[in-house]
């Protein structure tokens, strides 16, 4: 069966940095597009960043450019969210996508 795990959250200070991994299996990962999502408390959840089966990111939502990178290695079957000079607004619970699969999420709080 499809399963996407996500790990590499945490608690960082403003400014920090963290790397986020998605391993994925049970679907031919190097086929399809990739996706990263996010939930922040009280909020609808949004599409961060997107990866498309060639390895090119084709999407970052406005508040991340710059700042986030979203990269793929299929040898691994793992997809990967780079996080860097992160904001308090960053903090939300993330979630790895593909097809109509999603991950369980791990949580990213960004604070002093």
């Known amino acids: 069966q499809v399963q996407l795990v996500e790990s590499g959250g945490g608690v960082v200070q403003p400014g920090g940095s963290l790397r986020l991994s998605c391993a994925a299996s049970?679907?031919?990962?190097?086929?399809?597009?990739m996706y990263w999502y996010r939930q922040a408390p009280g909020k609808d959840r949004e599409l961060v960043a997107r990866?498309?089966?060639?390895?090119?990111?084709?999407y970052y939502i406005d508040s991340v450019k710059g700042r986030l990178t979203i990269s793929r290695d299929k040898n691994k079957n793992t997809v990967y969210l780079q996080m860097n000079n992160l904001k308090p607004e960053d903090t939300a619970v993330y979630y790895c996508?593909?097809?109509?699969?999603w991950g369980k999420g791990t949580l990213v709080t960004v604070s002093s």
């Open positions: 996508n593909a097809l109509i699969y």
């Open positions: 049970g679907f031919t990962f190097g086929s399809h597009r």
């Open positions: 990866i498309n089966s060639a390895g090119d990111a084709d």
